[in-house]
């Protein structure tokens, strides 16, 4: 940050330099195209534009200090929009029926756009809420790029200035996003370097180590086809507190999040010998649990009484299942991304994500580590199967054998059929800048999906953030549940931590 208060990145260019800006032009400088011109979506892209599936990634964006909104359009326009997919308009081929992304110029002002806010807003995080509650009212017009950042100059209770991002989920998943987003960060640290993700997945997630084990895949693949077939059929979770209605995707949402410290995670982790995704798997189904419990006390013939904390009000045997999704690649670096929109080409680039149907065991119980050990098992036994590679393979079976309007259907009535969607995604080890501007926070949600509850987790330095999207009709106080969530992880961790000194006497 140099005197003036501009982030060091690109100098600041003056007025008649800004209006230049305002027109980017996609051609390489021997005047040809993107190479991916006019090559139809993916299927797994194309779906998200199916009715009851057209949904949007929006994330929210703390920084430190007031965003410089010149700063920040300067330099997309030299990173971001090197991308093929951020300046491609997706265009329907009248003859095919097909959408095809065709290279467009892109006018920076209509992709960044700056909030005119009243001084002296009396609730800023509150208005902050609001303000992405009101985007996922509205899509965003097919005339260009499907992208948007909006600037809020606003001081809320952890950040100076507020960015909220939007894509069209048939840009990418939530990882290939994440991945670009840090690919235009740098750590505050050293502005010349990367930031790095806390793991690199180099392998395929599933390990066959004996005829045992390729037994054991076959047998949990199978099951879980089964499963998947009678989701699509008849099977339905029960109706809760937590299952929306028909017609939820159109309606908007709410978006909160709740950090917690990644130590408190690691701490459970190392007593109990687990992974980091058992430990929030079980903080989940414990959260989830304490909240039906306050809901269902509150509706019926029976009111809960203040010593009524350990009464199980929840109806036994709750099938309750989230749709969690699974990153398919064999690796993710962020520096492979950028060399690729250096040479302005793709590379692994797309909704390469599959998902399984992941049973939670709902209910009060006396011990909490009891929430982690069948977090465990669950996903791991969704881990021994082919199940994500199934219903990745599946949508392109269906698709050339019944056409996209199928495989719309079928993956709703899938999603639909479940109570939420669950998606983890890592975030950067490092603090980042992002042109100058150093970030408190990520938080990446959706909107669009048939399911009143997404629980998206991301990791940041030393904090865990669980965000919530929420149907505001079905899920009413989503706050409470992110307390829920937090009150969880002290118990396990109180638990996990008892038990491992008792251990050592």
């Known amino acids: 940050m140099n005197q003036t208060g501009i982030p060091k990145y690109r100098k600041p260019m003056d007025s008649q ?99 005119e806010l009243e001084p002296n807003i009396e609730f800023p995080d509150k208005f902050v809420e609001d303000f992405m509650s009101n985007l996922s009212k509205s899509p965003i017009e097919n005339s260009k790029p499907l992208w948007d950042l909006h600037l809020l100059d606003i001081k809320t209770s952890d950040a ?200 939670f065991a709902i209910g009060l119980k006396s011990n909490p580590l009891d929430y982690v050990k069948e977090a465990k098992a669950v996903i791991d036994q969704k881990k021994a199967s082919l199940e994500p590679l199934f219903s990745y393979f599946v949508v392109e079976m269906v698709l050339k054998l019944f056409g996209i309007k199928a495989v719309g259907k079928l993956n709703h009535r899938v999603f639909f059929n479940t109570t939420l969607w669950f998606s983890n995604v890592p975030g950067p080890k490092q603090e980042v800048t992002f042109y100058g501007h150093d970030v408190t926070y990520i938080a990446p949600s959706c909107y669009g999906q048939p399911n009143a509850l997404m629980i998206h987790i991301v990791s940041y330095i030393d904090k865990l953030t669980f965000v919530i999207s929420a149907d505001e009709e079905t899920i009413p106080d989503p706050h409470r549940l992110c307390d829920d969530l937090e009150e969880s992880l002290d118990l396990i961790k109180a638990s996990a931590l008892a038990k491992g000194s008792t251990k050592n006497k």
């Open 160 to 359: 100076e200035g507020t960015g909220v991002f939007r894509f069209h989920h048939s840009l990418g998943d939530g990882l290939s996003l994440m991945t670009l987003f840090l690919a235009c960060t740098r750590q505050s640290s050293d502005i010349e370097a990367l930031p790095t993700l806390p793991m690199n997945k180099e392998t395929a997630y599933i390990k066959v180590t004996s005829f045992c084990s390729v037994l054991k895949v076959l047998w949990n693949s199978i099951v879980a086809v089964m499963l998947f077939v009678f989701t699509v059929l008849f099977l339905k979770d029960d109706e809760t507190p937590l299952k929306g209605s028909v017609g939820v995707e159109n309606r908007p949402r709410r978006f909160v999040r709740k950090s917690v410290n990644l130590a408190d995670i690691k701490a459970v982790k190392n007593a109990m010998n687990v992974t980091l995704n058992d430990v929030v798997l079980g903080v989940t189904q414990a959260g989830l649990s304490r909240y039906l419990n306050r809901r269902y006390s509150e509706i019926g013939d029976f009111k809960k009484k203040d010593d009524d904390d350990t009464k199980d009000f929840i109806p036994e045997n709750i099938r309750l299942r989230a749709t969690f999704f699974f990153n398919l690649r064999a690796t993710t670096r962020i520096d492979t991304l950028v060399d690729s929109m250096k040479a302005r080409t793709l590379g692994q680039w797309g909704n390469q994500i599959g998902y399984v149907l992941l049973p």
């Open 17 to 115: 330099g800004l209006k230049s800006l305002k027109q980017i032009k996609t051609t390489t400088k021997d005047g040809s195209r993107f190479k991916e011109q006019e090559q139809p979506l993916s299927p797994m892209a194309r779906l998200f534009h199916e009715p009851g599936s057209n949904i949007y990634i929006i994330t929210m964006m703390g920084c430190k200090t007031k965003i410089n909104p010149d700063v920040v359009k300067q330099n997309l326009v030299h990173s971001l929009l090197r991308h093929p997919r951020f300046s491609s308009l997706q265009v329907t081929d009248k003859e095919t029926g097909d959408i095809v992304w065709v290279p467009t110029n892109v006018n920076i002002d209509n992709h960044v756009i700056v909030q």
